[in-house]
């Protein structure tokens, strides 16, 4: 039977992840000391709940969570697994494979280590935007190497556990990979976009709609945290992009033909959908069907009852039966919305169609 | 004096943009009917409120405005210029330069027609999304040509100013490379990146945080909405795609130079920056220094009254005066925010710096 053990623990380094950690876990009945190379913001973390700022004793300290800049990674990690010989030490970095080659590089023992990185970053940064609830719901990556020991695998597990995070685990290699695609490639083009902005006529930003925001929402990010992010995964980077220009460079191409710009288009639609948590494809919306009874104001009174479910309304179509003077309402929406729209319309009087 | 009147008005097309429009003419006294080539969107846009679907006497018609896809406009607008011979015409289309062009060939006196485009699409779509405050304080394009006549414009800027809008007034050309700059060509890039994802394994895509989502968010629009806007831009949206595609050549080129991929992600930022609302540079932060009574829990309280202000905390630092046994904090905050900080500390008891 392996014991996982948690406190005392250590976390160093309290921006946004680290100290969202640390109020996770102290929410959780761990002790957590906090350390930051600006000492302001150990305080302020500390003042807002996330532990103390004491010194743990060496001897004692049974979890070390890194979360400095990934350019000061592995010297870090490799510093705490030389002073608290007992814990088990685990880092939230975005990129894990160089911070690895690192620490290989320095000849420790690297059973104790093993890497993590909660994907739950943000454009919003600075000591007050820490919360115990940060990473609840969220992906929360665990990179075991393969000399990690069972006991730290177990114990970074229990940290995204408390975290309340859904975990994956995956090689190093891979995760980079991954949040190549997923991550640092989105963070270029957002980047990209933004950027371009500079060039263009202030009265021309004036048009700038909701779409743009989001598009370059990311890319008012830190430029020097991203630009370590981009230094530790830049081959795995450069491949993505060069996807990406290629595909850009195929747009330009067919850009005068309809149906291929459409295609492009759908296919982007289709991307977006197969996040997870997105919905799915148009073509799988059902219908709910409730008859409009003939008196004033009827139409009116179910949008209301249909708009108080909150249920999202893709599309609406209307019947009529001349000879029954009567009207069905077709409302279409996701199969998961379905049944609680029909349950909720007829608890509201409403008469919905089998 | 020429008199603007705006009733009774027709609205084609029930969308989220015509039927938004129609909410807000309707809650400013204006007589709407309401038409849509679904006749079963205009019954749902007139029982939530937006109007009449009763038909409109095309002699008393004052005012039409045409919410169809792009595709359709110019064939709409030419029709209601004949169909409603007292009528401004104008329209909310995405694209102004192909849509004058088509009716300029046509013949037609184009006096009582005025090009508009409010900027408040959304991703969202569906027949109960429409809403009266959808413009308020979105940018509204008015696009007069040079044969618009006065009573035109001022009907479609009346309409503007009805919605609570902000207009901007631009020629048509004009207009359609702005919005290729600032709307189209994110459009595109968004796509883009959401079609990369279907490359993707499944299990990369688990790793998708909110960035990659707000990137892609746009993506998720009607693709046979923006292949007609695409098409009705072409020439404009490929110069833009064309400087995009060689930027991100260069970044590919110089991936493996810290300082120049920092002098990117930085470009990208200071481009957000300079979208209208955004907050300004960091060198532009002020501070606010709180004194912090020797007392157990004060910082704690403090931050705690920080927070309730609303304010966003860029940065905090922290020092002490050993022999005086008191502390500053240091908020840095927006200058914009700076008074607001500062006074409600004060009234909530603490000393400030001033």
């Known amino acids: 039977m392996i014991e996982v053990t948690l406190s005392p623990a250590l976390v160093i380094g309290t921006g946004l992840v680290g100290a969202s950690v640390a109020h996770a876990l102290t929410d959780a009945g761990v002790e957590v000391h906090l350390t930051d190379a600006r000492a302001s913001h150990a305080l302020v973390a500390a003042s807002r709940g996330a532990g103390t700022i004491e010194p743990i004793d060496p001897e004692a300290c049974r979890l070390v969570v890194v979360a400095v800049p990934p350019g000061s990674l592995a010297s870090v990690i490799a510093d705490a697994l030389e002073r608290y010989p007992h814990a088990t030490v685990t880092d939230v970095g975005s990129v894990k494979g160089v911070v690895l080659a690192a620490l290989r590089a320095t000849g420790l023992d690297l059973a104790r280590y093993c890497g993590s990185h909660p994907m739950a970053g943000s454009h919003k940064a600075g000591p007050l935007t820490a919360r115990a609830d940060l990473f609840v719901d969220r992906t929360w990556v665990i990179t075991p190497h393969d000399t990690s020991a069972a006991q730290s695998v177990l114990t970074v597990e229990r940290i995204a556990e408390l975290c309340g995070a859904r975990m994956v685990t995956m090689g190093a290699q891979h995760h980079d990979e991954a949040v190549g695609q997923v991550s640092h490639v989105p963070q270029l083009v957002s980047a990209l976009v933004g950027g371009g902005l500079l060039d263009l006529p202030p009265e021309h930003l004036r048009l700038a709609g909701q779409g743009l925001r989001d598009v370059t929402r990311i890319a008012g990010s830190d430029p020097h945290l991203w630009q370590q992010i981009i230094a530790a995964n830049a081959g795995a980077v ?90 069905w309402l077709a409302v279409h929406v996701e199969p998961t919305a379905a049944t609680r729209l029909s349950r909720a319309l007829t608890d509201a009087g409403w008469s919905v169609r089998p």
Chains 1, 2 share one sequence.
Do not use: C, M, Y
């Open 238 to 327: 450069r491949i993505e992009l060069q996807e990406i220009h290629a595909s850009l460079g195929e747009l330009i191409e067919v850009l005068d033909d309809p149906d291929a710009v459409h295609a492009f288009l759908d296919r982007g639609r289709r991307g977006v959908r197969a996040l997870p948590g997105k919905q799915g494809a148009a073509t799988a919306w059902v219908q709910v069907v409730v008859e409009i009874p003939d008196a004033p104001g009827a139409l009116a009174k179910l949008f209301t009852d249909i708009e108080e479910t909150g249920v999202n309304v893709e599309d609406v179509t209307i019947d009529h039966d001349v000879d029954r003077r009567v009207g």
